[in-house]
């Protein structure tokens, strides 16, 4: 079945550590996003990739790089994560902007 | 400044009866609009959407107005099952645009 895997999905950092989280997909869409997505709030669109073009949100601190080395993989860093910075970080994808297909999340908590 | 807005955090209906889950938006250059399911711990999934030339979609139980001079949609869940107890998120989107999510409504259906 084609589908958006994230890895892994619980990751444990400690305060300032970095820590990397990946996702991949067998839908050979185009775009792919990432969002951060805090309880009871809505999804938090922090940037995404038109083919290897990066889209960064006006709002999206410095503390989150991503990259996407190919089509099927795209990685969000957190250079250095704070308290707040704990959430579930949603990876999505979509052939241009039409529906888009999430992968189940990583929960990230930070010590 | 919230563009879509689901003015209800739950919803709680009888098993067989109907769910109408509402969503507002303010941004009369949406276009394209989709409702997702999500259960805990899994990422949001896909259910139904609709283009704003439409006024109604319908797909098995699930069916979506549209009402436009409103800026108003719902999802019609009718009859409604205890597997549909999850957050369901509307969001929406201007053509070429990203996806701009409400921050949930929770639904819960008792047997």
Redesign the interface.
């Known amino acids: 079945d084609a589908m958006?895997i994230?890895n892994p999905?619980y990751q444990v950092t400690q305060f300032g550590k970095p820590v990397t989280l990946s996702c991949s997909q067998t839908l050979n869409h185009n775009v792919m996003?990432w969002y951060q997505q805090k309880s009871?709030?809505?999804?938090k669109?922090l940037f995404?990739y038109y083919d290897k073009d990066f889209n960064n949100e006006a709002d999206t601190p410095d503390n989150f790089q991503s990259r996407r080395p190919n089509t099927s993989f795209c990685f969000l860093d957190i250079r250095s994560p704070g308290l707040g910075d704990a959430a579930m970080y949603?990876?999505?994808t979509s052939e241009l902007?039409d529906?888009?297909?999430?992968?189940?999340?990583t929960?990230l908590t930070v010590l | 400044d919230q563009q879509?807005k689901q003015n209800s955090?739950s919803l709680s209906v009888q098993e067989g009866r109907i769910s109408i889950l509402n969503c507002d938006y303010t941004n009369s250059m949406f276009d394209y609009f989709?409702w997702?399911k999500k259960y805990p711990?899994?990422?949001?999934?896909?259910l139904i959407?609709i283009s704003s030339i439409k006024d109604k979609n319908e797909d098995g139980r699930f069916t979506v107005f549209l009402n436009k001079s409103a800026k108003h949609l719902s999802l019609h869940i009718v009859p409604s099952q205890p597997g549909d107890s999850a957050v369901y998120?509307c969001a929406a989107?201007q053509?070429?645009?990203?996806?701009?999510?409400?921050?949930?409504t929770t639904l819960s259906v008792s047997s």
Not at chain 1, 40 to 43: F, G, L, Y
Not at chain 2, 95 to 104: Q, S, V, W
């Open positions: 958006v994230q999905r996003y009871s709030q809505a999804p669109l995404h949603l990876c999505a902007t529906t888009q297909y999430f992968g189940p999340g929960r | 879509v955090p989709l997702y711990a899994e990422g949001p999934t896909f959407s998120f989107r053509a070429g645009t990203a996806l701009i999510f409400g921050k949930g």
